[in-house]
C-alpha cells in the first residue's frame, strides 16, 4: 500500500543535482515524480522511481545522504475540484500534510497525488472511505 | 603495572627533582648568555646577570621569548652552539606565520628521543610492540620525534608517515600493529576509514595510540577509542622546545606529566606576565635546562592550561599539565567574545555528531559573523525542511549557551568536508582586521 519515497539531501553548490540525476541515469533508474523543496543552504530531492531500493543503494554507494519514507499514493479526478476533494476529506479526518505533490496519469481523466502525512494508516483509512484510489507500491514503481 | 622508561627521573622526589632543576638551570643561564648575543642583550637590557640566578626561585628574573623573537632571529639568532656541532634542524608548520627553525646537537636529539621514548613505555609500550608512526616526516617534529622513541623503547618501528589511509589500515592489519601515533584528527579519519573498509577493531591489533600537535577534546578521545578499540592518550611538545615528548600522558588519563629533568614548566597572566600560582589557569612557559643547540629560556608557548602536582596514580612525580584549550592564536575573538574551536567540538559530539566540522568567521557591516558547517549522518538526516531545520536549532541553541553568542549552523552532506592528514584546517577567518 505504502510507496517509498526516496529523499536526498542537496547542497546548494552547482553541479549537485546533475551528479544525483546522472547516478540514476547510469544506473537505469527510472523517475516516475519528483519534487524539490529548497533553502538558502540546501533542498531536499524527493523521487519516487522504479527501482527504490536499487536507487538508494547506489547513492549512498556515491556517499549522498539519502533516506527512504513511506507515502501515500492516491488517485483523484484530473478536473477542477479533484485535489479540493482529496484535502476535504484530510482535513475533515483532521489529518496534516506535511507535503505533497502531484502528477498527471496516461489516462486523461486521472492525477496522482504523493502525499506525505504524520499519520500513514489514518490517512489511508479516511481516504479509502471516501472512496479515493490508493495505488499499490507495484502500481507506482512499474507505471 | 605501570612501565616506567626512566623511573629514577620519572618518580624521583619533589627535592632532588628541585636540586637537579638548579644545577642545570644555572649552568644552562651561562651558557645562553656567553652564547646567544640576542638573549644577553634581553638581560642585559633587564639588568639580569647569569650571577642572579642561583636556583629555579630566581626563574621569573629573567626576559621572556616569545614567538616574535624566534621570527626576529631567524634563523640562526639563538642558536647556542657553533652549526659544525649541530646536526639537524626542524621546523614549525609556518601556519601563524613565518616559519621558525630549531636546531639540534647529537645530545638534543637523544635527549628528545628519550623523551619519546618516556611516553611510549606510560602507554604500554615494549620491544615487543609494533608502533605504527603516521605523524607527517620531514621538517614536523610528529614523525621524527615519535620514531627515534620507538626505536629507543624498541619497538618494530612502521615509518608510515601520514597519509594513504586504505594502505596505513592494510600495513596496520599485516603486520600487526599495536600502538598508533598521529594527530587526533588523522586518527579520527583512519577510524572513518576502517568502518568504511567493513573492518571492525576487533579486526586491529591496536591497543594504544599516541596522539597530539593539535589540540583535542576528551569526546574527541573518546569517539577516538571506540573507533579504534584502543586507548588513546596525549602528548604534548612543540618545535621551540625539541618537539613531542616535553610532556606525556599516563595510565591515568588524567594530564600530562612534563619532563621536568629537561624543561621547567611556569604558568603566567598572558597579559601581565607575572607567574600565577600552582592550580591557576594562565599561559604556559617553558625553559630547557638541558637543551644545548636551541635552549630557550622562559619560552612563552601561547597554551593556555593549568599545572598540577596532585599525586597521579601512576607513581610519577613528574608535574602534570592539563590538556591545554588551544593555543592562545587558535583563539577567535568573535564580536569581543573568546571562543576555542574545541568548545565547539565539545557541543557537537555531545549532540551526537562526528567531529567533521569548519568554522567560518567573517565581518559582514562591522559586526562578526559565525557559521558553523557540520557533517551530518545517515541517521540525522531527515526528508522535511522542518526537520533538519530544527536539528540546526539545536545545535545553534547548545553552542549559544556554551560561548554567548549565536552562531549559524549549517548540516552538510558526509564527507563534504576535507579531511586532514596532519592538523585539520578547522577555522577560516575572512575577516580583514587593520592593526
Redesign the interface.
Known amino acids: 500500500m505504502l510507496i517509498k519515497q526516496i529523499s536526498i539531501f542537496v547542497e546548494n553548490k552547482p553541479g549537485r543535482l546533475s551528479a544525483v540525476t546522472k547516478l540514476l541515469s547510469d544506473n537505469d533508474i527510472d523517475i516516475r515524480a519528483l519534487s524539490v523543496a529548497d533553502t538558502k543552504d540546501f533542498g531536499i530531492l524527493r523521487l519516487i522511481v522504479n527501482n527504490p531500493d536499487k536507487a538508494c543503494e547506489v547513492l549512498k554507494k556515491a556517499d549522498c545522504t539519502v533516506s527512504l519514507t513511506n507515502v501515500i499514493a492516491i488517485g483523484i479526478n484530473d478536473k477542477p475540484g479533484g485535489l479540493s476533494a482529496a484535502m476535504d476529506c484530510l482535513y475533515a479526518a483532521n489529518i496534516s500534510v506535511e507535503y505533497m505533490y502531484a502528477f498527471i496519469s496516461k489516462s486523461e481523466d486521472q492525477a496522482y497525488v504523493i502525499l506525505r502525512v504524520e499519520n500513514n494508516d489514518k490517512a489511508v483509512e479516511a481516504l479509502k472511505e471516501n472512496n479515493f484510489t490508493i495505488l499499490k507500491a507495484e502500481e507506482v514503481y512499474d507505471m | 603495572m605501570e612501565n616506567y622508561w626512566n623511573k629514577e627521573i620519572e618518580c624521583m622526589s619533589r627535592e632532588d627533582m628541585k636540586k637537579l632543576q638548579d644545577e642545570r638551570l644555572v649552568a644552562q643561564v651561562k651558557h645562553v648568555y656567553e652564547n646567544v648575543p640576542y638573549y644577553k642583550k634581553l638581560m642585559d637590557e633587564k639588568g639580569v646577570t647569569p650571577d642572579d640566578i642561583k636556583s629555579t626561585a630566581d626563574l621569573h628574573k629573567l626576559p621572556f621569548l616569545t614567538k616574535a623573537d624566534l621570527r626576529d632571529a631567524y634563523p640562526y639568532g639563538l642558536l647556542a652552539m657553533p652549526l659544525s656541532e649541530c646536526v639537524r634542524i626542524q621546523s614549525t608548520s609556518g601556519t601563524t606565520g613565518k616559519r621558525v627553525v630549531a636546531f639540534y646537537t647529537q645530545h638534543d636529539v637523544d635527549l628528545w628521543e628519550d623523551c619519546c621514548a618516556r611516553a611510549i613505555t606510560a602507554v604500554g609500550g615494549t620491544k615487543d610492540d609494533v608502533c605504527q608512526v603516521a605523524y607527517g616526516y620531514g621538517l614536523f617534529t610528529g614523525g621524527p620525534g615519535l620514531n627515534g622513541g620507538s626505536h629507543k623503547v624498541g619497538c618494530l618501528t612502521l615509518p608510515m608517515s601520514s597519509g594513504n589511509t586504505e594502505r596505513q589500515i592494510q600495513f596496520m592489519r599485516d603486520l600487526g600493529s599495536t600502538i598508533l601515533c598521529c594527530t587526533p584528527s588523522y586518527a579520527a579519519y583512519i577510524g572513518e576509514t576502517v568502518k568504511e573498509m567493513g573492518l571492525t577493531p576487533d579486526d586491529l591489533k591496536l591497543k594504544a595510540g599516541i596522539f597530539g600537535a593539535e589540540p583535542w577534546t576528551e569526546e574527541m578521545r573518546r569517539e577516538i577509542e571506540k573507533s579504534l578499540g584502543i586507548k588513546a592518550y596525549d602528548i604534548y611538545g612543540l618545535t621551540e622546545t625539541s618537539g613531542p615528548g616535553v610532556a606525556f600522558e599516563c595510565s591515568a588519563q588524567k594530564g600530562m606529566h612534563i619532563n621536568e629533568d629537561h624543561f621547567i614548566a611556569e604558568i603566567i597572566d598572558p597579559d601581565t606576565g607575572e607567574v600565577l600560582p600552582e592550580g591557576s589557569k594562565g599561559e604556559l612557559v617553558f625553559t630547557s635546562i638541558t637543551k644545548e643547540a636551541f635552549p630557550l629560556l622562559r619560552y612563552r608557548t601561547r597554551d593556555i592550561c593549568v599545572l598540577s602536582r596532585e599525586k597521579c596514580s601512576c607513581g610519577r612525580t613528574l608535574i602534570k599539565m592539563s590538556k591545554p584549550m588551544g593555543r592562545s592564536d587558535d583563539m577567535l575573538i568573535i564580536r569581543g567574545v573568546n571562543v576555542f574551536p574545541s568548545q565547539i567540538e565539545t557541543v557537537l559530539i555531545e549532540q551526537g555528531y562526528a567531529p567533521n566540522y569548519q568554522i567560518e568567521v567573517d565581518r559582514v557591516n562591522n559586526t562578526d559573523t559565525l557559521d558553523i558547517n557540520v557533517e551530518?549522518s545517515?541517521e540525522q538526516?531527515?526528508?522535511?525542511?522542518?526537520g533538519?531545520?530544527e536539528k540546526e536549532r539545536e545545535l545553534v541553541e547548545a553552542i549559544k549557551t556554551i560561548l554567548g553568542i549565536n552562531p549559524k549552523v549549517?548540516?552538510?552532506?558526509?564527507?563534504?568536508i576535507a579531511r586532514s592528514e596532519g592538523k585539520a584546517v578547522r577555522v577560516i577567518d575572512k575577516r580583514k582586521l587593520h592593526d
Do not use: G
Open positions: 551530518m545517515e538526516f531527515s526528508d522535511t525542511i522542518k533538519i531545520q549549517h548540516l552538510v552532506s558526509p564527507k563534504s
